[in-house]
Structure formats: structure tokens, C-alpha cells
């Protein structure tokens, strides 16, 4: 996906901080959680799909983030405030950036493929549970209404009154 699409999506300006990107993410994904709209499997559906993008986006944004502040902190630019102190270390034990690139690509990749997979395994799970609590419903339904329950018990039972 390409960052100026995701910086619109989370709606952020280009220069945003990591802290700023997951106040949008945290405000978006409420705006857009599926549990929102329960009540009506279209919208619910249409959420689904845009909260799956502005996941993607924020792991998109956090990672260009950061990939630009380690660039940053091998410029010799000030660190920003809350960095390790032994950022710099790992920054250097890193592999060739041809392999980072790669392995970054597998790695959001398969999160995206996991993200995926939970999202319709919990559309799933969801289905059976609202299934579930619709079948009670009726089945509440069916039974007969103003009955007391003693008409309904058994007859040994009200001679031990």
C-alpha cells in the first residue's frame, strides 16, 4: 500500500510522530469497529473491510516511522525523546538492507495474512454467537406467555406444599 494512501487513511499529515499515528489509529479504529454495527450485517461487513485497511495502513505508518528515525539516527540528528539508548546498537548489528527488505516484506506479509485470519475467524465466531443468541430468542418466543410456574409443575409436587 502506498504511505501517502495510508497517512490518508489515518488521516495524518506526512510528518507525523509514532505517537500521533497511534492516537489516529486508536480514534479511527473506534469510529470504524465492526461491534458498532451489530445491529446490521451490511455496515458491519463494509466495517470489517475498512477496519482490515486502516490496520494495514497503521503497520504501514509505524514502520516507515521508524524506518525513517533510524535513518535519522545514523545522521547524527538527536534522538527522540523515550528512544533506547542502545538503538543504535541494534541499528548496527542489522543484515544488508536487500535482506531487511525482504525479510520486512515477509514479516508484514504474514501479519497481514494473520490479521486476515482473525478477522474471519472472529466474523465466524461472531456469526455462530449472534445464531446462537437467535435461536434462544425464538425458542424463548415459542413458550407459552402469562403461565405461572406452578401450573407447570408435577402434581407430587403440590402435595408437598
Request: charged share 35%.
Amino acid at each position: 500500500m502506498d504511505i501517502n494512501r495510508c497517512f490518508e487513511i489515518l488521516e495524518l499529515d506526512p510528518g507525523a510522530s509514532a505517537e500521533e499515528a497511534k492516537q489516529a489509529y486508536k480514534d479511527i479504529a473506534d469510529v470504524w469497529h465492526p461491534d458498532r454495527f451489530s445491529h446490521n450485517p451490511r455496515l458491519r461487513q463494509k466495517a470489517e473491510r475498512k477496519l482490515k485497511e486502516i490496520n494495514v495502513a497503521y503497520e504501514t505508518v509505524t514502520s516507515f516511522i521508524s524506518r525513517k528515525g533510524d535513518a535519522r539516527g545514523k545522521s547524527g540528528a538527536a534522538p527522540k525523546p523515550g528512544a533506547r539508548a542502545n538503538g543504535a546498537r541494534k541499528a548496527e548489528s542489522r543484515p544488508e538492507t536487500g535482506t531487511q527488505d525482504k525479510t520486512e516484506r515477509a514479516f508484514e506479509t504474514g501479519t497481514q495474512i494473520l490479521l486476515e485470519v482473525c478477522s474471519y475467524l472472529y466474523t465466524k465466531l461472531r456469526r455462530a454467537v449472534d445464531t446462537k443468541r437467535a435461536k434462544t430468542a425464538k425458542a424463548r418466543r415459542g413458550k407459552p406467555q402469562g403461565v405461572k410456574q406452578s401450573a407447570h409443575r408435577s402434581p407430587d409436587r403440590e402435595t408437598r406444599r
